[in-house]
């Protein structure tokens, strides 16, 4: 089997930064690298990424939410990740099942036992080998969303100052809880920092030949 790495972290974390730089050196070590996204990366997928963060869809409740992030996930992890993981190739993905621990658990206040039954029966035996948390305080993350393109700003994105402290706050949690999977790095420091890290972290997979996960 490959190799699953997922990013997440707060909003404005620099997922869409730090993995294609990723993909880039794993490239160059000669991996045979898949970079995908949450919601999303599929067709049907990218149909329902546009029901999710359309910010006029401000009536949407919590379980519809999951439900419709759960769709898309099975239907990525059917059609894309599974069958490139077992080429023995790499998975990069921004966001994926943690995400929902975050911000449907944490933020929404969803029972997460009931969020991690809807996740398993969605992805099946997928789980990443190695999750990087790009963490960084809410306001300087919303910040540097705002500084972004006005077509990013979704309807996720638009939620409360408190919605989203308690979205890092269970990121870290999470983190705490399976710090053999979790690499948590400061999303403040330069953006070569963080990526040193995470390659150095990476190396230590690809030179074990087996994820530490597995």
Known sequence: ??????????????????LPLLAAWLREQGCDVLTTREPGGTRIGDAVRAVLLEPTHTEMRAQ??????????????????QPHLARSGVVLCDRFADSTLAYQGYGRGLALDVLRQITDFAIGP???????????????GLRRKRGGAAAEWNRMEREELAFHEAVRRGYLALAAAEPQRWLVVDARQPVEVGQARIRERVAGLLAAGLPAGR
């Open 64 to 81: 519809t939410e999951i439900l419709l992030f759960s769709a898309a996930r099975a239907q990525l992890v059917g059609e894309v990740i």
């Open 1 to 18: 089997m490959g190799l699953f790495i997922t990013f997440e972290g707060p909003e404005g974390g620099g997922k869409t930064t730090q």
């Open 126 to 140: 997928v789980r990443p080998d190695l999750t990087v948390c790009l963490d960084l305080p809410v306001l300087e």
